[in-house]
């Protein structure tokens, strides 16, 4: 089931969203590929740790974070992949690994790779390993407010 924290706040902040429910899936190419939606279409929840800070790195499904580029773009001395240890306690109605994007809802930051921006929608887990949730990435960026950056590896290099 959604967590209603989620349907609440998009509920209560007026975004367009539907759910789409699906058999359960545990990866996000996974997912991507059991609902037919393209992986760079698809978000995943990346969880991140800036200098012991926990924090949310959204990207299509089809690329990993470069945590270099990470560290170099935060500031930060320190930028690791969190362990599932890590997180598991901060996100209570979520199940591990299905966390929606919205780390302002968990009192976490939130660095959104820019490609997300190429799509005028942004399809992402919506707390279960069965849910999603596509909804507007005009309605998302304005909810979540994200730091948009470039810091997912495996796409192709910005023109000059």
Known sequence: MVPARLTEYL???????????????????????LTHIPGKELAKT????????????ILPAK??????????????????????DDFKDQFPDCETGAMPPFGNLFGLNVFADESLEQDAEIVFNAG??????????????????????RF?????????
Request: positive net charge; hydrophobic residues 50%; aromatic residues 6%.
């Open 152 to 160: 997912a590896a495996g796409q192709p290099a910005q023109a000059a």
């Open 46 to 57: 990346v969880i991140v740790k800036l200098d012991g800070t926990l924090a949310m790195a």
């Open 63 to 84: 690329f990993h974070v470069d945590v270099e580029m990470l560290r170099k773009i935060t500031a930060a001395k320190m930028v690791a992949i969190a362990s599932e």
């Open 11 to 33: 509920d209560g902040n007026n975004a367009k969203y539907v759910i789409i429910s699906h058999a359960p899936a545990f990866t996000a190419q996974g997912i991507a590929s």
């Open 128 to 149: 279960t390993h069965r849910d999603l949730v596509r909804m507007f990435w005009s309605d998302y960026k304005r909810l979540v407010r994200p730091r948009v950056v």
